[in-house]
């Protein structure tokens, strides 16, 4: 095990906007020359990291013109370092960052930036083709104003952006003077998307002073300093990697490792190699990291210590996400030598958070030491708390979950509202309170509140991390040919999260093939309809559905019953894994085996409730 002597945060005095932070930082004579990032064989400096940030900043202000059109710029790209200089780059230049999810296709993709307004784009050049098939449907953005981050793969894409900056600003060892403009904390400095329950992803607003408030809470719950090193493979464009990656590294004047995208093999190695000591996380790559191990070393645990968890140049000390299993988080927490693992809940909204610490309950995502916070039912009751039997089944489950809400008087937290979408924010704040969307239940221990996650209402699903409409993946099903209609619903997965099933109702005479539906899922997902997180993971046949007095699907007893062979004997049930290329018959045999499963991973009672 390596040294973990810890070295205090270098305290930088600077407004509360990331330009004032970035500049302060390159002056700084501790920081200035202090590794800020690194991705394989680059390093950025603090002071770097200005020089990279203003180039940006200017070259964006002069392909923006006029100043009497929004400033809004949006990227689509894989965690790069020139992300985090666009991020930059919009701080110094007083604009907005608008951070496309890279999963999206077709009609979505033009619709979000449509709503961004956005009059620069910069993309991957492996989404370029996305790009390409929607460019004339674009309102706002001009051709000329497409640059490409290249990734090396085949010829220079034409456009392409670090060759235009080059060329326009020369290099970036030249210390250019910042944009003249005045920045102010509140000003709108990034949006980020998140899946609404209906239509297009919201954009959710934060200005200078979230970001830098997010790092000042997450570096301080970590206890974080200036030797501390992230490491940042979720999407740098969603607010996990930000909020809980970059911005505390960032703050404590430390270092950031970056990978383009997560990958499992690569993950220990990356860890030994930037002496990694945080990482953020969702609750999938925890178990993926555990199962790459467990393949490598096949059960040889004294192996796994020697190489992995004793090993001289592991500094991993901390992770900190949302997702992880109890059993995940042990195990986790021991191959990789953790110091503590701090299972969260929040979301990009920042409205409500809570993070969980050594010693508190198992499953639970942290104490709820604020009032405000309260568990709600659909009449704005509040919930009461669960309680257990000797055998640790909740007896009251019904009563006790509800709505994860901030009441009134209680404020909003850091949540600042969605960008030009007026309908979205009086949905999330209804009469002074404030809808998270998720479900949960509080549990007293010792007189203290702790909250325990229970998935997300109907509406959404939210699988591998990322948060998306089920109506939509519904409306998408029913394009299929031998489908009438299709109701698309979350349920429990082994991991973390959830899974994608699909209710069918098939067309009169229509006979439900799985070979076919596999296939023809797929092809909308190389197609770009479909996102490959959406395809199901099972299917129910019905023969038809229940339905509200307005003539919605009844989803909520589809979710209750979900793949549950107890409760659906004799229902049509298909289901697929991962690596499977067709769906198969779910039998009863295959849940039992599944619930085993879900015992081993203390997730039993998501299938019983």
């Known amino acids: 095990m390596a040294d973990r002597e810890l070295v205090d945060?270098?305290?930088?005095?600077?407004?509360?906007?990331?330009?004032a932070q970035?500049?302060?930082r390159a002056e700084h004579p501790r920081a200035a020359d202090r590794v800020f990032l690194l991705q394989d064989d680059r390093r950025w400096t603090y002071r770097d990291f200005r020089n990279e940030s203003v180039r940006m900043a200017l070259f964006l202000r002069s392909r923006l013109g006029s100043a009497s059109e929004?400033?809004?710029v949006a990227m689509m790209l894989e965690n790069q370092l020139e992300l985090a200089a666009l991020l930059g780059g919009c701080a110094f230049g007083k604009l907005t960052l608008f951070g496309i999810n890279t999963g999206l296709r077709g009609d979505v993709l033009a619709g979000v930036l449509n709503h961004a307004r956005a009059r620069v784009l910069v993309i991957g050049q492996r989404f370029l083709p996305e790009l390409e098939r929607i460019l004339p449907r674009l309102e706002h953005l001009a051709p000329e104003n497409v640059f490409v981050l290249s990734d090396g793969s085949g010829a220079a894409p034409t456009n392409d952006l670090l060759a235009r900056v080059g060329a326009e600003l020369g290099s970036a060892r030249d210390s250019l003077k910042a944009p003249d403009v005045q920045v102010e904390p509140g000003d709108n400095l990034m949006v980020i998307y998140t899946s609404g329950t209906t239509g297009l992803p919201k954009g959710i607003i934060n200005n200078h002073m979230k970001l830098c408030l997010t790092g000042v809470a997450v570096s301080g719950h970590m206890k974080l300093g200036a030797d501390d090193v992230g490491y940042a493979c979720m999407p740098m464009f969603h607010s996990n990697s930000l909020f809980v990656g970059m911005m505390p590294a960032f703050w404590v004047c430390g270092g950031l490792a970056v990978r383009e995208r997560f990958s499992a093999r690569h993950f220990v190695p990356d860890v030994l190699r930037y002496g990694v000591t945080f990482w953020n996380y969702v609750g999938e790559p925890v178990h993926y990291v555990l199962t790459a191990l467990e393949r490598e070393y096949q059960g040889d645990l004294e192996r796994l210590g020697r190489e992995v968890t004793h090993h001289p140049a592991n500094r991993l000390r901390y992770a900190v996400g949302n997702g992880a299993s109890p059993p995940d988080i042990d195990r986790f927490s021991d191959w990789l030598a953790l110091d503590d693992m701090f299972e969260l809940y929040g979301s990009t909204e920042a409205a409500i958070s809570t993070f969980r610490r050594r010693g508190d309950p198992r499953g639970t995502v942290g104490e709820v030491t604020d009032p405000a916070v309260q568990i709600l039912g659909e009449q704005g009751d509040e919930r009461p708390p669960a309680v257990r039997d000797a055998s640790g089944r909740i007896t009251n489950y019904e009563a006790a979950v509800g709505e994860i809400c901030r009441v009134a008087g209680g404020g909003v937290g850091l949540f600042q509202g969605y960008f030009d979408n007026p309908d979205a924010n009086t949905s999330k704040v209804r009469d002074g309170i404030y809808h998270s969307g998720d479900l949960g239940h509080i549990e007293l221990h010792d007189g203290r509140r702790f909250l325990f996650f229970d998935g997300r209402t109907a509406d959404w699903i939210r699988k591998d991390g990322e948060n998306f409409s089920a109506a939509q993946v519904g409306r998408l099903l029913s394009e299929h040919p031998a489908v009438d209609l299709a109701a698309a619903y979350g349920v429990p997965c082994l991991v973390s999260d959830e899974l994608v099933m699909a209710a069918l109702k098939l067309r009169d005479g229509a006979v439900f093939d799985p070979?076919?539906?596999?296939?023809?899922?797929?092809?909308?997902?190389?197609?770009?309809?479909?996102?490959?997180?959406?395809?199901?993971?099972?299917?129910?046949l019905v023969p038809d559905f229940s339905y509200t007095e307005t003539q919605k699907v009844l989803v909520r007893h589809l979710k209750e019953v979900h793949?549950?062979?107890?409760?659906l004997p004799g229902e049509p049930i298909y289901w697929r894994r991962r690596g499977d290329t067709t769906f198969q018959p779910f039998t009863k045999e295959d849940f039992d085996r599944l619930r085993g499963d879900f015992a081993t991973a203390e997730r039993a009672e998501l299938l019983d409730r």
């Open 70 to 72: 929004p400033g809004h």
């Open 9 to 19: 945060p270098i305290v930088v005095e600077a407004p509360l906007t990331l330009a």
């Open 563 to 567: 793949f549950d062979r107890r409760r």
């Open 22 to 24: 970035i500049q302060a």
């Open 515 to 540: 070979d076919h539906f596999f296939q023809w899922c797929q092809a909308q997902v190389a197609q770009g309809s479909m996102d490959a997180k959406w395809v199901p993971d099972f299917v129910r």
